[in-house]
């Protein structure tokens, strides 16, 4: 069963930095493109940062430079990297999945088949 667990967000101040972790429990017989997608109240959900399984990243222009994706495979946990956080990333912070053969558009939370719960990230100014 595939199952994916968000962690490490909270409160920060504007300027400061938080790690998130996304714990995964994925089919072995298949590799992953994964991401890192946002939501915000009143907002649809959008994509912050992704990974496939070959190790290419990419970024939304609006955290290109702030934020790092990363993924330790022997640890089955993402991470995202979040420095000189902004009021305006405060969101909902999703982990998603995808099988890599049927991924393309990997920044396109329609894209992607399996969903963690979400952790919380504020940032006051």
């Known amino acids: 069963q595939v199952r994916l667990v968000e962690s490490g967000g909270g409160s920060v101040q504007a300027g400061g930095s938080l790690r998130l972790s996304c714990a995964a429990s994925?089919?072995?017989?298949?590799?992953?493109?994964m991401g890192w997608f946002r939501q915000a109240p009143g907002k649809e959900r959008e994509g912050v940062a992704a990974?496939?399984?070959?190790?290419?990243?990419s970024y939304a222009d609006s955290v290109k430079g702030r934020f790092t994706i990363s993924k330790d495979n022997a640890k089955n946990t993402l991470y995202l990297q979040m420095n000189s956080l902004k009021p305006e990333d405060t969101a909902m912070y999703y982990c998603?999945?995808?099988?890599?053969?049927?991924?393309?558009?990997?920044?396109?939370?329609?894209?992607?088949?399996?969903w963690g719960q979400g952790t919380q990230v504020t940032v006051s100014s």
């Open positions: 998603a999945a995808v099988p890599a053969a049927i991924a393309t558009m990997l920044l396109d939370r329609y894209e992607y088949m399996y």
């Open positions: 990974i496939d399984s070959d190790g290419t990243t």
């Open positions: 994925l089919y072995t017989n298949n590799r992953y493109s």
